[in-house]
């Protein structure tokens, strides 16, 4: 609101969310990008797409550190490339639109200790795995942009720096990431700081399909109840679904 | 010639090289895939792409060490991206062929210290500077693919982990940079371990100008003389030109 001029207004929002908390889906985000657009077309939509963006990434430095890895694709929908804060600057990836791409989430019983899971993130580097890396953020982009999901896949299951020292942490990590990997989906890693696993397939049957192996793995190797949701690729970001008449 | 599997024939090769050695251009690379390519032409053709870089790998792992940063491109022209070595996995990436890009390569006559080039890498990244890296690196891959000059110049430009290490040791190179930039090209960086300095442009003629402030800032901040050549982007690689009827 302060964006919009607007000071002497009060508002009163209230959030039907649909995601859990703390499940490394990054829920926060989509509730402050969902106040962020519901306020701007309140006020006679005068705020691009980046200052909501900026306006989403102050709400977010309060709960999650100041980041944009979720607000950004939350409004701007796809894939998003961060390229930098300072000033910021985004780069929105194109999923090839006659491809479809769906997501496998499936999300624990389980609190992910979010200390523990900052602590396990390695100050330092080595030079090897610093190049691996980036190989595959380079492989990664290539592939959104040519709706490579093989690429994809391959490129989100390749992380040497996170992911190995963070699924230890998740009961059943290992064994979910293998279980989806078995039942043909594309990748599989960890969502955000977990406790979520998410997975890429190419249509809704094999999501169901998968998600259910990896619900199965997390049972078994984790002990842990979970829930599967399948969910497209989303390209368009929060919106506008219908308002009430004054 | 042991891929091909011929074991019988002695085979001499005389070299006409453009290059200089040791300019960081990757002319040991040139020479191997000059080598592999006219090997495999002589003999029928036989090998694939992919077998003539593992060839020319083979080569380099004696020169320069075993990687196919420079063997890769010079096979296969145009921008690739290693994306693993075990197995090798290679991704091309194709600039759209309807744009243009040139390269100004501005050469000084300077030994870079192999040694003191190697040892001024850092074994260790801190996390900020690899997430800064992997950006850029996912940013250079968009640029690529969607012909994105700007985009280009500033990726290359943004190297926070080796450029900063190496420059210093180049007498004028932060000056040449800076030369380059303000003249209107792209982008600009040190050309593999250097002493070379890279910059990018979209037209022959602004790079013939790039190049003349790159050579003047050589000379006047770094007291090197220096070369400037004026090249497009190969998008073939290395190939046939033509031959001697037996």
Chains 1, 2 share one sequence.
């Not at 039907?16 to 402050?32: H, I, T, W």
């Not at 894939?79 to 499936?106: A, H």
């Not at 997975?199 to 793995?217: F, I, K, L, Q, T």
Request: aromatic share 4%; with cysteine.
């Amino acid at each position: 609101m302060k964006m919009l001029s607007i000071r002497s207004v009060g508002l009163s929002l209230s959030l039907e969310k649909g995601l859990p908390l703390g499940s490394g889906l990054g829920s926060s985000a989509a509730s402050a990008a969902a106040a962020a657009v519901a306020v701007n077309e309140l006020f006679g939509r005068k705020l691009e797409v980046k200052d909501l963006v900026l306006a989403g990434l102050e709400s977010e430095a309060k709960v999650s550190g100041y980041h944009a890895d979720n607000i950004a694709p939350a409004i701007m929908g796809g894939f998003v490339l961060i390229r930098s804060y300072d000033p910021l600057e985004l780069m929105s990836l194109q999923f090839p639109v006659e491809k479809d791409l769906i997501f496998v989430l499936v999300s624990p019983d389980f609190e992910a200790p979010t200390k523990k899971m900052r602590a396990a993130l390695p100050a330092e580097i080595g030079m090897s795995h610093h190049v691996w890396n980036c190989s595959q953020a380079g492989a990664l982009v290539a592939s959104v942009l040519q709706g490579d999901l093989v690429g994809l896949g391959k490129a989100l299951s390749s992380d040497k720096i996170v992911e190995p020292k963070r699924a230890p942490l998740i009961p059943g990590m290992e064994a979910v990431k293998k279980a989806a990997l078995q039942a043909g989906a594309f990748g599989c890693t960890i969502s955000g700081a977990g406790p979520t696993a998410v997975a890429v397939v190419d249509s809704e049957g094999r999501g169901v399909e998968v998600g259910e192996r990896m619900v199965e793995a997390f049972w078994k190797e984790g002990n842990l109840k979970a829930v599967a949701m399948v969910r497209r690729l989303d390209r368009v970001g929060a919106r506008l679904v219908g308002s009430v008449p004054r």
